[in-house]
Nanobody, 124 residues
Framework: QVQLVESGGGLVQAGGSLRLSCTAS????????MAWFRQAPGKERDFVAA????????YYADSVKGRFTISRDNAKNTVYLQMSSLKPEDTAVYYC?????????????????WGQGTQVTVSS
């Protein structure tokens, strides 16, 4: 079992930046593939980015590629999402997720553990 807690959300103007953090507790953090998803009101939970447990590979949704960067610090049990050039359409609740089977998938169903989410609002 692993517990995930996100932080760093807030209100930002279009073109601005935010950094989200997700801190894990419980079982060995470094042996989980980690990802960020987001969900806007009335929409499905969408894949944003993922990072392999070995910190060798990262994956991004086309909509955020070149603007967002996912990283992790296994010593701190934390994964980050650096978001730049934010757009109003990035407004959503952002969720951190963990997959003990190390698949780096883009489907929410592939992740066993979830945080409570953090709100990101981008004003135009």
């Amino acid at each position: 079992q692993v517990q995930l807690v996100e932080s760093g959300g807030g209100l930002v103007q279009a073109g601005g930046s935010l950094r989200l953090s997700c801190t894990a507790s419980g079982r060995t953090f470094r042996r989980y593939a980690m990802a960020w998803f987001r969900q806007a009101p009335g929409k499905e939970r969408d894949f944003v980015a993922a990072i392999s447990w070995s910190v060798g590979s990262t994956y991004y949704a086309d909509s955020v590629k070149g603007r967002f960067t996912i990283s992790r610090d296994n010593a701190k049990n934390t994964v980050y999402l650096q978001m730049s050039s934010l757009k109003p359409e990035d407004t959503a609740v952002y969720y951190c997720a963990a997959d003990p089977r190390l698949r780096n998938g883009r489907s929410a169903s592939m992740y066993d553990y979830w945080g409570q989410g953090t709100q990101v609002t981008v004003s135009s």
